[in-house]
Structures are given as structure tokens and as C-alpha cells.
């Protein structure tokens, strides 16, 4: 049997965007047959994020609308205390090009692998901001543009098409 890659989708301080990514993600992969293939991680990059903190209420009750349920206590996950997370992973999606510049800047475990923004590597332009302190409404906003990229990105997973950029 092939190895099971690894796809590594990251924000600021992974308790909105990257948790909400990663769970559709998962969810899409299952249904598409590419979950042996697949294995996907969530974490932050941003030097305040922490591990432990609780994934935001708002970010819960967009999945739970999209009929995927976090365990009670579901916590993020601070990249800077699991760089090997960011070792071994075959394929790393941001939320955002600063995300990307942190990546390169701070984590040369990062350096030398395929490293895009989530809106990019589904064939769109744009970032996806940051929904932390906004009402719900801006949460469903940020959930619609992960989900709208979301076949892109498995698309191209269920191809193997990405390449290492260089640096």
C-alpha cells in the first residue's frame, strides 16, 4: 500500500479558519474515496497562537450546520511547539500569503515544499481573512469561500498535481 500523504492546512492560531478547512477537507476526502490517501492536519502559525486554546464557538456552529460535529473538547494547535507536523507534511495550505510569508520566515521545516493558499491552490485569487471577533455571519462568509474552493483543492489532491516551489 502507497504511504499516506500528508496535507497541512494552517491560519493564525488554528481555532476558526484551518479547523474549518481542515474538517471539510476530511469530510470531502471520505466521500471521495481519498481519505487512505490523505491524511489531513490543521495548526497556527502565528507567534500567539497557543496549543490547547478551544476552537471558537463560531467556527463549531458553521460545521455543525454542515452536519460535522467537533468532539467537546476540540483545541488548536500551535505549530511552532510540533514542527513536525510541518517536517512531514507532503503539502501545505494557508489561509493567507502573510501566512505563507510566516511559513517561510519562521518554519524552514516549511522550505523546499509545495506551500499555497487554499484559494490559490483551488485555482482562485485571494485570501481568506481572518473571522475571529466578527459576528457568526462573517463565519459563514469564511465557510462558503473555504467550501467553494473545496472541490479545486480536492480536485487537484485526487491528482497528485502539485510541485515543491523553490526555497
Keep these: 500500500m502507497e504511504k ?5 492546512v494552517v491560519c493564525q492560531a488554528n481555532t476558526c479558519r484551518s479547523v474549518i478547512a481542515a474538517e471539510l477537507l476530511k469530510r470531502e476526502l471520505e466521500r471521495e474515496g481519498l481519505h487512505r ?5 490543521s495548526g497556527g502559525v ?3 497562537a497557543r496549543d490547547g486554546a478551544l476552537v471558537s464557538l463560531e467556527a463549531r456552529l458553521v460545521l455543525r450546520d454542515e452536519g460535522i460535529e467537533l468532539p467537546e473538547g476540540a483545541v488548536s494547535t500551535d505549530l511552532k511547539q510540533h ?3 510541518v517536517a512531514r507534511a507532503d503539502l501545505i495550505l494557508a489561509m493567507t500569503r502573510a501566512q505563507l510569508a510566516t511559513l517561510r520566515e519562521h518554519f524552514p521545516e516549511s522550505h523546499g515544499k509545495p506551500v499555497f493558499t487554499w484559494k490559490t491552490f483551488a485555482g482562485f485569487e485571494g485570501d481568506i ?3 475571529f471577533g466578527q459576528p457568526e455571519s462573517v463565519y459563514r462568509h469564511c465557510k462558503d469561500e473555504i467550501k467553494l474552493a473545496l472541490p479545486g483543492v480536492v480536485s487537484r489532491l485526487a491528482r497528485g498535481d502539485f510541485v515543491a516551489l523553490p526555497g
Aim: charged share 30%.
Design 83 to 85: 514542527r513536525d507536523w
Design 129 to 131: 481573512e481572518d473571522p
Design 46 to 48: 502565528a507567534l500567539y
Design 4 to 8: 499516506q500523504r500528508v496535507v497541512l
Design 37 to 41: 490517501q490523505w491524511r489531513v492536519l
